[in-house]
């Protein structure tokens, strides 16, 4: 798309407007776009087309679009003459694709309207009346961008550590309503809206996090938490096997110098692994920068297991998991609550995990 930023806030005239000599200019009025149609959503580009009557339609030079977050659909149009478009795009066959001129953000509500004009010799615009005011809302994060995070997030994984354990950390409540309400089990529950803005999983993936960080002294699970002084802790293989896929979810961080990555387990087949599959980057179990599981070769060929050092992984399991798997116990150390990453928003300016696209 051909697209033209004027260096000063361009000037229009109506039908009847008064021109820069105090005449009235009579100008034969300009089509109006009738029957938007917004296409081929992206999380940062969109195509539009519309309608338009013949007349005059050879006259018309440019488009002007006026683009707003939908909570901001009340905001004035071109109050005055020096209130400046936000678009001025030259006419150009349509459809016609607007990408990251605003800076569009992912999974964020739109309304769009717009003017045919016609610039005149002496640089000023005779234009239509508004189109319709249309909505639309951006996509999530395609698999591309994903693979741009992903990419960004194995720069700063770090060596690989040895672990032998998933844990979660709840309070003793969460694990006896499991015991009573839910037949012993944990279930799945839909992801928050932590993370990336663009991320396809949140919200809509339903799973239950776990983490396998160890302390590096140790080679142990920390004993500090923010979500409960209760663990569960469960043998990795149980959750993490050749019979499981596993997917790059996220990477983020809050304000902080912590980064995270988000990782899916899903077992071969289950409803999550279809779901992920559609969305996210697969990862090799045997051979990648976060979370490895890998066949001993020597001895009763079991597996062995490596977390990376550098970031903190959290991991979505996809299926429910019975208590009977592992062991609930009450942990020694803090409930941090400042390190949680319930619904926390990741920082739009740091260089090291965000991508050229919407935040």
């Known amino acids: 798309m051909s697209k033209e930023r004027e260096d000063s806030s361009p000037k229009w005239k109506s039908r009847g407007s008064k021109s820069q000599d105090g005449s009235i200019s009579e100008m034969e009025e300009l089509p109006v776009p009738q029957n938007i149609k917004i296409s081929n959503i992206t999380c940062d580009s969109f195509k539009i087309c519309w309608d338009m009557e013949a007349r005059s339609k050879e006259r018309i030079t440019h488009y002007f679009i006026d683009l707003n977050k939908k909570e901001n659909k009340n905001s004035n149009k071109f109050k005055h003459k020096d209130v400046p478009t936000k678009l001025v795009a030259k006419a150009v066959p349509l459809p016609m694709t607007v990408r990251g001129h605003w800076f569009l953000s992912p999974r964020t509500e739109y309304t769009v309207a717009v003017q045919t004009a016609s610039k005149q010799a002496d640089g000023d615009y005779s234009v239509s009346e508004w189109s319709e005011i249309i909505e639309f809302c951006t996509a999530d994060y395609s698999t591309v961008h994903l693979n741009q995070l992903l990419e960004k997030a194995e720069v700063i994984a770090g060596r690989m550590l ?188 740091c260089k090291t995990c965000n991508i050229s696209v919407g935040r």
Not at 186 to 201: A, E, F, R, T, Y
Not at 288 to 299: A, D, H, M, S, Y
């Open 162 to 349: 040895p672990f032998s354990v998933f844990y979660r950390n709840q309070n003793k409540e969460y694990f006896d309503h499991a015991r009573e309400a839910q037949e012993n089990r944990m279930l799945p529950s839909i992801k928050d809206n932590s993370g990336s803005h663009g991320s396809p999983i949140s919200g809509k993936l339903e799973g239950i996090f776990f983490s396998c960080n160890t302390e590096f002294n140790t080679g142990k699970p920390p004993q500090d938490s923010p979500y409960g002084r209760h663990r569960f802790e469960v043998r990795a293989d149980a959750l993490f096997n050749p019979d499981t896929n596993l997917y790059f979810g996220d990477f983020y961080c809050m304000y902080t110098a912590y980064h995270y990555v988000i990782l899916v387990l899903a077992p071969k087949g289950s409803r999550g692994d279809e779901f992920c599959k559609q969305r996210l980057p697969l990862l090799d179990i045997t051979n990648n920068r976060f979370l490895t599981c890998k066949q001993v070769e020597e001895g009763d060929g079991g597996l062995v297991f490596h977390h990376a050092q550098d970031v903190i992984l959290e991991v979505i399991y996809t299926e429910p998991v019975d208590l009977s798997l592992g062991t609930v116990a009450e942990i020694s150390g803090h409930q941090l609550m400042s390190l949680s990453t319930v619904n926390a928003k990741k920082d739009p300016s």
